[in-house]
């Protein structure tokens, strides 16, 4: 009796006229987890949507801030004299914002992943995607294992980079690096003071991409370049026209380089990945992000 009810049921299925139709959509991460920024010249901005009283001194205001930042939606114009969509900036190098999903995103094999900056031609402020896992079903980010996802220039780029800012006077930081290095988070045209109250300590662990920032010589305006692929707030030309940069979990690997081979993921990392500044009251290479979602296959049955 059931190898014939069986039966049955494939028969009806096969003379329905029902049409399955597939389809690709994009779904915005369903929280912010963390923004821990480095400082820099948007942090505690009212440009930024940062509140000016009382300022944010503690890391659940923090994401509280930054979740109804990125709620606000909409895309930048680069010719707008005002800021009329959600944005977060990321200080200087090391800065980052954390996301989780509900559902996890499965690896595909394509484009899975998307974040949307206000990079534009000749005004990239790249910052490198890492992915995780929930392996332990609680939900949290914390204590996972992250992967970062391979860009165009991970050949290029140093491993195991730590940097430690330390606040001045001025409300600026200077800061050191753990490979001999020194600079600074320099002053432009904003006045606020650019450390985040609610990191402690201000260290930074992660990846260092190659600088890109350079000077054109006959008119004296600072480029900072675009990488060719793999990075967010990068006007890359793969991406194609626009500020939504596009990412593989496929891509992902492990510590030593390997691939990763992940199934699926919960919880993807935005990281600034450039330390160095362009004059000309450009600042600090900061990374902005006004996005963070993934593609789904959805199917339908009409």
């Not at 049921?9 to 329905?16: G, K, M, R």
């Not at 400082?39 to 979740?67: C, H, K, L, R, W």
């Not at 200080?91 to 980052?96: I, L, Q, S």
């Amino acid at each position: 009796m059931k190898k014939y009810a069986l039966i049955l049921l494939l028969a009806s299925a096969c003379n329905s006229s029902e049409t399955i139709t597939t389809s690709r959509i994009e779904e915005a991460a369903s929280r912010v987890l963390e923004y821990t920024p480095a400082p820099g010249q948007f942090i505690n901005n009212p440009q930024a949507g940062f509140p000016a009283d009382p300022p944010i001194t503690s890391p659940a205001e923090a994401v509280a801030y930054a979740s109804a930042r990125l709620a606000l939606g909409g895309e930048p114009d680069a010719g707008a004299e005002t800021v009329s969509y959600g944005y977060v900036s990321l200080g200087g190098w090391g800065g980052y914002i954390v996301l989780g999903f509900d559902t996890p995103v499965p690896n595909t094999g394509d484009y899975d992943l998307y974040v949307t900056g206000n990079s534009f031609n000749g005004s990239s402020e790249p910052g490198i995607v890492w992915v995780a896992q929930d392996a332990d079903g609680d939900g949290s980010h914390l204590g996972e294992t992250w992967y970062e996802l391979k860009g165009s220039e991970y050949d290029n780029a140093v491993f195991g980079y730590e940097a430690t800012y330390t606040p001045q006077a001025d409300g600026t930081a200077d800061w050191t690096d753990n490979r001999g290095g020194s600079g600074s988070i320099d002053r432009t045209i904003h006045t606020q003071n650019y450390v985040p109250a609610w990191v402690q300590p201000l260290a930074y662990t992660g990846t260092r991409l190659p600088d890109n920032v350079s000077v054109n010589a006959e008119n004296g305006v600072y480029v900072m370049s675009a990488f060719a692929w793999g990075y967010a707030d990068n006007a890359s030309s793969i991406d194609g026209a626009g500020t939504k940069n596009r990412f593989k979990i496929a891509n992902a690997v492990d510590a030593d380089g390997n691939p990763a081979n992940l199934r699926q993921i919960d919880f993807v990392k935005i990281q600034t990945g450039v330390n160095c500044k362009a004059g000309g009251n450009v600042g600090e290479i900061s990374t902005e992000v006004c996005a963070v979602g993934c593609y789904r296959t959805v199917t339908r049955t009409e």
